[in-house]
């Protein structure tokens, strides 16, 4: 019935918001806690600007694997173990090609990502044509490229490399605003201020779309709480990398892959397909969606990002060596589960990997500044993988 | 006879909705007793308070069995006091033998050793009773889904079962399996074992029952006695859904157009055994706004039709041509299918056609992406128009477009996969089984949907184990047998023994 007044905004009740995102909020929650933790016991030092800077650049590998990662495990529950060893591959042809022969750095580079695709297409073959199982296929992957590796180094570690190459992971975009001298970059502050306005902007117009179309919202104390929450989160951040030295240029790659991903599975015909296909394949299939095709699609892309990661951890290390990226992949399978991925498929989120990703991240960090040996660090970074899970299982069974 | 069982005001809640509002239910030794009601009236709950699937303690009301008070905390409670319960979807372990999986948790042995000569040999005895002529050491995965059930209610004798509860034993069999089962459960009544049987087909229940009790909305309704000659479909019926329903299929005039759709000597093979025909020789004709059924028994190859025409889902070595509207059209995958306008509603909504842990919304536009998206990018506000269209158009019973399809009771699960494929704009529709498991009310409002597309103009092959259905709503009738077409009737020659006669001659004809 037409009454010809606007509905009033349906509200979900704050409860019933926390409950249905509790897993997203849980690990957001859990991550702030941790930082606020290491940030009392290094006596402040863990969010000093060259410390957060440098958790950035310490785990940029990790970020960029996890992304990758969460697209295969949502197909259903596979996983990459190859990442590591490829991306050890792609760096020793770095090496060999920039160190020995010379070549140019930037041809050099997308030649690397070249190489990343032709093997996320040979292994992708077997997963999605075949199909092997991708753990069976990535396990030999696993040696296979850890042994062409070796081949390649002879064993040996290939350093140093030109300031070009180094600069993908240790570089920063110069100061476009030099105003105050040399020691603040107001470079990050000038792009948060506008990513601010941007975000406020966008949430708002999503918000009213949402209320025309009749949908629920969360109520307007909420949503302004979280919204200042992150701007703050933004703008401290920002600050951080002025004090220090500006903006990384991994970061802003970071920031590109992780917008275009988050994009890519939330608001793209083929994202939805690799949720439909690890919700139940069957019914994908009988809905007209070529699951090879998704299967194949995934693999190739973790094998190029795996590449990329190789690259960049070459860039920082300046070097590179046989054992690089040994145990990248289960960093960043730890990542997507502590994210909130399903080990079964069709659950999981970009942002949500990014998270247990940093949650891993600032864990390394912290306890490094702290003086812990690496022994206890791995002991401790289990059982945080652990309980995360737990947690999952556990509330999800209680929403039964 | 003396009450064998009593459930006094059972109360069980999930959240905020309460599954069962003060159920009783009593039960006397030694009888069938059915359990009837629309799905969600609260049946399958029940038997899972009763079989401590949901323990103790979760519920509220006392559970009387055998004059003592029960509190079951767990299946393992209620078996050891002689409860057991066989589920709607088998809990057998396909690679494991008969004998191994009737005893399961209950291991002939010694000292933990298993004594596999004595497993074998009760196994024997036990399968005699179910009459099921079997040897033991065959796996399971190597048998129907008939037999598999035998196999599950010899795992329940032998654990001395007293009180079985059976839910939709018979929904996925054939008339001839379903028939032996229930002959199996009248046996197993001569032998003392009271049994509840759980089912939508009321005629079952009817030749089968001694009591009925009817559920709705989560309540007791009534307890019919069966022996008094006064109880029939409609009347139970009447007490299901609270009114008489007057006609159990929508009225509709057809308006039938020119052939539409086409399948001419389409041949396949079985995809997993060489050389062996699953469809042999099939020639099909659908007209515009037809309904037009399939029947035939389970095995018959309505399936394996329906999936290889649909771009070739099923079997291999496929030939055949199929025509719409007089021209030739090449399908090879699904979705050159659902270009050509093609679309098929699988029998197996669970496994096959949803996906349980996403929402309506995303369920309903699964087929039809390119058409609210630009460029891959999809559309927010003409996906949740859609969504929320169909969920209107079809009601479909939910909080919101935006919960999870697997929970969702069964009928409207399955209006979730119909509007999926409405949404995707068909003109011919190939509906497999569309009412299977889900109860009378719904089942009406599905055929009220399928006569509303066939009012539009779409061809519809409509298949179907239960003959009064396929009776019900087509205008013509393919019947099927071992992968052929043996009868072709129109509606006013077509009923029950018309159909079987052209499957039995068919047979006759063969050996």
């Known amino acids: 019935m037409e009454t010809g007044y606007p509905k009033p905004a349906k509200f979900e009740s704050i409860g019933y918001t926390l409950k249905s995102n509790i897993r997203q909020y849980a690990m957001l929650v859990a991550l702030i806690v941790i930082m606020l933790f290491f940030q009392i016991a290094t006596d402040g030092i863990l969010l000093v600007p060259m410390n957060v800077t440098n958790l950035i650049l310490q785990n940029s590998y990790v970020l960029i694997l996890a992304i990758g990662m969460t697209l295969c495990i949502l197909t259903g529950g596979n996983i990459d173990l190859s990442v590591g060893s490829v991306a050890a591959f792609v760096a020793a042809i770095m090496g060999k090609l920039i160190i020995h022969q010379k070549m140019d750095v930037t041809l050099t580079v997308f030649l690397g990502l070249l190489i990343g695709a032709v093997i996320g297409c040979w292994q992708g073959f077997w997963i999605a044509y075949v199909r092997i199982p991708a753990f069976i296929v990535t396990l030999a992957g696993m040696l296979l490229f850890r042994g062409l590796t070796n081949t390649i180094l002879k064993g040996l570690t290939l350093s140093p490399f030109p300031r070009s190459f180094q600069a993908i992971s240790s570089g920063y975009i110069p100061d476009l605003f030099p105003f105050f001298g040399s020691r603040f970059n107001l470079t990050p502050i000038v792009v948060s201020v506008l990513a601010s306005i941007i975000l406020v902007y966008m949430q708002i117009k999503k918000r009213k779309k949402k209320i025309k179309n009749e949908m629920e919202v969360i109520p307007p104390s909420l949503f302004i709480a979280q919204l200042l929450l992150v701007l703050v989160a933004i703008n401290l951040f920002a600050y951080a990398l002025a004090a220090h030295k500006g903006i990384p240029i991994i970061l802003v790659i970071l920031g590109v892959l992780i917008g275009g991903y988050h994009f890519f599975t939330t608001k793209t015909v083929p994202g939805r397909y690799i949720y439909a296909m690890g919700g139940n394949e069957k019914a994908a299939k009988l809905s007209g969606i070529d699951t090879n095709k998704v299967l194949f699609f995934v693999y190739l892309n973790m094998s190029v990002l795996a590449a990329l990661a190789g690259i960049a951890f070459a860039a920082r290390t300046d070097s590179a060596f046989p054992l690089l990226g040994t145990n990248f992949e289960m960093d960043a399978i730890a990542a997507c589960f502590i994210g909130g991925a399903s080990a079964t498929g069709g659950i999981g989120t970009v942002i949500g990997a990014i998270i247990g990703a940093l949650v891993m991240g600032v864990l390394n960090n912290g306890m490094s500044i702290m003086g812990i040996g690496i022994d206890w660090q791995m002991t401790i970074k289990g059982f945080v993988l652990l309980m995360a899970v737990a947690f999952d299982v556990y509330s999800k069974n209680k929403s039964k | ?511």
């Open chain 2, 1 to 511: 006879m003396q009450t064998i069982l009593e459930m006094r005001n059972i109360t069980k809640c999930f959240g905020p909705v309460k599954a069962l509002n003060n159920v009783n239910f009593k039960v006397k030794a030694g009888e069938i007793h059915a359990l009837v009601g629309e799905n969600g009236a609260g049946k399958t709950t029940l038997m899972n308070v009763l079989s401590g699937v949901h323990p103790y303690g979760t519920y509220s009301g006392e559970i009387i069995y055998k004059g003592k008070h029960c509190i079951f905390r767990s299946i393992r409670d209620s078996e050891k006091n002689g409860i057991a319960i066989i589920h709607q979807e088998l809990a057998l372990i396909p690679y494991l033998s008969i004998g191994e999986n009737i005893f399961l948790g209950n291991e002939r042995a010694k000292y933990g050793v298993i004594d596999w000569n004595q497993t074998y040999r009760d196994a024997t005895k036990i399968l005699q009773k179910v009459g099921l002529k079997e040897n033991p050491h065959i796996l399971v995965k190597d048998l129907g889904v008939g037999k598999q059930q035998l196999v599950e209610i010899a795992k329940a004798l032998a654990k001395d079962v007293q009180l079985l509860i059976l839910d939709e034993p018979t929904a996925a069999l054939n008339e001839e399996d379903a028939d032996n089962l229930l002959k199996l459960l009248l046996e197993l009544k001569k032998t003392g074992i009271t049994s509840i049987l759980i089912s939508h087909k009321l005629n079952e229940v009817i030749k089968v029952a001694d009591a009925i009790t009817i559920l709705r909305d989560g309540a007791t309704i009534e307890t019919l006695q069966v022996d008094r000659g006064v109880v029939n479909e409609d009347r139970i019926i009447k007490g299901m859904v609270g009114r008489e329903l007057v006609d159990r299929f929508p009225k509709r005039q057809p308006k039938i157009g020119e052939v539409y759709f086409e399948v001419r000597n389409w041949n396949v093979d079985d995809p997993l055994i060489e050389g062996r025909k699953v469809i042999k020789n099939v020639n099909i004709k659908v007209h515009k706004g037809e309904i037009v059924g399939i029947s035939g028994l389970m095995g018959s190859g309505r399936t394996e039709l329906a999936m290889s025409i649909f771009g070739k889902a099923y079997g291999r070595n496929i030939s055949g041509q199929l025509f719409k509207a007089g021209k030739e059209i090449e399908v090879n995958n699904v979705q050159q299918a659902i270009n050509h306008g093609l679309a098929y509603v699988t029998e197996d909504r669970k496994t096959a056609g949803l996906i349980g842990i996403e929402n309506i919304k995303r369920n309903i536009s699964l087929s039809s992406l390119k058409k609210i998206s630009k460029r891959w990018v999809i559309n927010d506000e003409q996906e949740n128009a859609a969504a929320i269209n169909y969920r209107q158009k079809l009601n479909i019973r939910s909080s919101s477009i935006f919960q999870k399809v697997q929970d969702l009771s069964g009928g409207n699960q399955q209006k979730v996969v119909l509007a999926k494929w409405i949404f995707a704009a068909p003109d011919i529709l190939i509906l497999d089984e569309p009412t299977r498991g889900i109860d009378v009310g719904a089942k009406y409002e599905i055929y009220t949907i399928i006569n509303q597309l066939a009012e539009e103009g779409k061809a519809i092959i409509f298949i179907s184990s239960e003959l009064p259905e396929i009776l019900g709503i087509c205008d013509r009738i393919y019947v099927m047998n071992e992968g052929r077409i043996v009868g072709e009737l129109m509606k006013e020659e077509a009923s029950q023994e018309s159909i079987m006669k052209c499957i039995m001659q068919s047979n006759r004809g063969r050996y």
